[in-house]
């Protein structure tokens, strides 16, 4: 089979079970529900306030819609391993590399698209509810922050992807990340800064910042979670290419 027609047959895949589009989907309904939430209560007081940064108080619900991103990546590739559904890829396309290569592609395009949306739409409908804070996608490095926005959710599913290869569980990457993500940066930040910066969601969101400060630059912190996230997939390759099915 060609490139172009296993990545059709893995785009029905992410289609068709409910579980993988739907959390897919949920990166852009927990995103933009958050945005509301938030900005339409406390917006216009958080600009107020001095030395806010506005721009990643645009971004903020991007928090909520990794999770999702995350979700998405890891049940995309937990699904093949329920029910001998691997045996039956793998028989279909027993190129094993290119079964991986198309499977990642259709995952990372995906949430790519979905990323781009959602990072967009997050944006401007934010603005809606800040008033005369409000700025637009003119302001300094607002489209840079709204680009990079979906570039961050793909390789958060990717990254989610590429470990569930390896560990062969949505569970247990769930389990892995989630706390990597939300309690790990604060339990350090005190005492291993250094280390805090490199992890993959705070580099990542470096980009959404408009002086990320004495951290990484907005491409540098974009660059380190892009590292993250190919060392995952290249863990998942070498996990589908050697273990039995």
């Known amino acids: 089979m060609t490139l172009t027609a296993v990545l059709h047959s ?40 001095a030395g806010s940064d506005v721009l990643f108080d645009a ?3 991007l928090n909520f819609g990794q999770i999702a991103a995350i979700a998405f990546g890891a049940t995309a590739v937990s699904s093949e391993y329920l029910d001998g559904a691997l045996r039956i890829s793998l028989a279909a396309v027993p190129r094993r590399s290119l079964f991986y290569a198309a ?15 959602t990072s967009f739409t997050a944006f401007l409908l934010g603005q809606l509810f800040l008033g005369e804070h409000a700025i637009g996608l003119g302001h ?3 489209l840079r922050a709204a680009f990079g926005g979906g570039v961050y959710l793909a390789l958060m599913s990717l990254l989610a992807a590429g470990l569930t290869a390896l560990l062969r ?5 769930l389990a892995l990340l989630i706390p990597l993500l939300l309690i790990v940066p604060f339990v350090l930040v005190d005492v291993a800064t250094a280390v805090v910066r490199y992890l993959p969601d705070r580099a990542g969101q470096a980009v959404l910042h408009q002086n990320p ?10 660059a380190v979670t892009t590292v993250w996230a190919a060392a995952a997939l290249l ?4 996990a589908v290419r050697n273990r039995d099915a």
């Open 169 to 173: 569980s949505a569970v247990a990457v």
């Open 10 to 49: 893995e785009w029905i895949k992410i289609r068709s079970i409910r579980s993988v589009h739907g959390s897919l989907m949920a990166i852009l309904a927990i995103t933009l529900t958050v945005t509301v939430l938030v900005l339409g209560t406390t917006g216009q007081k958080q600009a107020e306030q």
């Open 213 to 222: 400060g004495d951290g990484l630059g907005p491409w540098t912190g974009l």
């Open 103 to 117: 499977k990642m592609t259709a995952i990372g395009g995906s949430a790519l698209l979905v990323g781009f949306v």
């Open 235 to 238: 863990a998942g390759w070498w």
């Open 59 to 61: 971004f903020f619900a």
């Open 140 to 142: 300094p490095g607002a």
